[in-house]
């Protein structure tokens, strides 16, 4: 047998004995690495995003507005300043796209207070402002629904006791949360007619335990999210000045 041959035997033995056996995963493990100040800051990675940041700061803290006080959404019972200018913001912004599209009015607006996501403090409202109160990518969308449903979400909102921001509905209850008075735009509420609401896709889809949407007789997608509308907003007024009103009340013996 040639030294040829001989190779040839061993790498066909070698190759046979070198069968891979099946893998199988025993165990995974893992290290919690803290993020914090005393890691060093790669340089070549800040200076590529300095200039970025810097842009973006400019863009955030450019001045729209100016609010003479602070709001919380913590500030009242069943209505507040803040969710008043919350409902009051999407209604003025979002009904002139609504009415151009369909020929009509949007009627009432109902969106939830934890939407709220923080003050607006007393001073200069900036772009910034709008991102940190609304955060989240939410559109508005107006739902057609029968004035049976809309008892339905005044029942949602007399059990759930919150301020959950409204615009164009009014209530009033008594100490025990019976209800004494329901009306949209001082109308009473029709059972038979059709009522164009805005609010939320989130809420639309449920969100919040938030059901009285469905069924209902049609929706409208505006595709106008609701943090532009405030951006909108404050970039046409030159203060804001929103107050607790009559919109929910509650009345005391």
Same mark, same amino acid.
């Given at each position: 047998?040639?030294?040829?041959?001989?190779?040839?035997?061993?790498?066909?033995?070698?190759?046979?004995?070198?069968?891979? +056996?099946?893998?199988?995963?025993?165990?995974?493990?893992?290290?919690?690495?803290?993020?914090?100040?005393?890691?060093? @800051?790669?340089?070549?990675?800040?200076?590529?995003?300095?200039?970025?940041? +810097?842009?973006?700061?400019? +863009?955030? /803290?450019?001045?729209?507005?100016?609010?003479?006080? @602070?709001?919380?959404?913590?500030?009242?019972?069943?209505?507040?300043?803040?969710?008043?200018?919350?409902?009051?913001?999407?209604?003025?912004?979002?009904?002139?796209?609504?009415?151009?599209? @369909?020929?009509?009015?949007?009627?009432?607006?109902?969106?939830?207070?934890?939407?709220?996501?923080?003050?607006?403090?007393?001073?200069?409202?900036?772009?910034?402002?709008?991102?940190?109160?609304?955060?989240?990518?939410?559109?508005?969308?107006?739902?057609?629904?029968?004035?049976?449903?809309?008892?339905?979400?005044? /029942?949602?909102?007399?059990?759930?006791?919150?301020?959950?921001?409204?615009?164009?509905?009014?209530?009033?209850?008594?100490?025990?949360?019976?209800?004494?008075?329901?009306?949209?735009?001082?109308?009473?509420?029709?059972?038979?007619?059709?009522?164009?609401?805005?609010?939320?896709?989130?809420?639309?889809?449920?969100?919040?335990?938030? @059901?009285?949407?469905?069924?209902?007789?049609?929706?409208?997608?505006?595709?106008?999210?609701?943090?532009?509308?405030?951006?909108?907003?404050?970039?046409?007024?030159?203060?804001?000045?929103?107050?607790?009103?009559?919109?929910?009340?509650?009345?005391?013996?």
């Amino acid at each position: 047998m040639n030294y040829k041959s001989i190779f040839s035997f061993l790498l066909i033995v070698l190759l046979i004995s070198c069968k891979q +056996e099946p893998q199988q995963l025993m165990r995974i493990e893992g290290k919690q690495i803290s993020i914090s100040d005393s890691l060093k @800051t790669n340089l070549e990675i800040e200076s590529f995003i300095k200039p970025y940041r +810097e842009h973006v700061n400019k +863009e955030l /803290d450019s001045v729209l507005a100016y609010a003479v006080d @602070t709001y919380s959404k913590s500030d009242g019972e069943l209505n507040t300043a803040i969710g008043n200018l919350f409902a009051d913001v999407i209604f003025e912004q979002s009904n002139p796209v609504f009415k151009q599209r @369909t020929g009509k009015d949007i009627d009432m607006v109902i969106v939830n207070h934890g939407g709220i996501r923080s003050i607006i403090s007393k001073g200069n409202v900036t772009t910034r402002t709008a991102y940190v109160i609304m955060p989240f990518e939410n559109s508005v969308v107006v739902v057609a629904l029968k004035g049976s449903s809309i008892n339905k979400l005044i /029942d949602y909102l007399l059990e759930d006791k919150r301020a959950h921001p409204i615009s164009k509905l009014k209530i009033v209850v008594d100490e025990d949360f019976n209800l004494k008075k329901a009306s949209i735009n001082n109308k009473p509420i029709d059972t038979t007619k059709t009522y164009y609401v805005a609010t939320n896709d989130y809420l639309y889809s449920g969100g919040d335990s938030m @059901t009285f949407f469905q069924p209902n007789d049609s929706l409208y997608i505006l595709n106008y999210k609701i943090r532009s509308a405030f951006l909108d907003y404050f970039a046409k007024v030159d203060t804001i000045n929103p107050v607790i009103d009559d919109r929910f009340i509650k009345l005391k013996k």
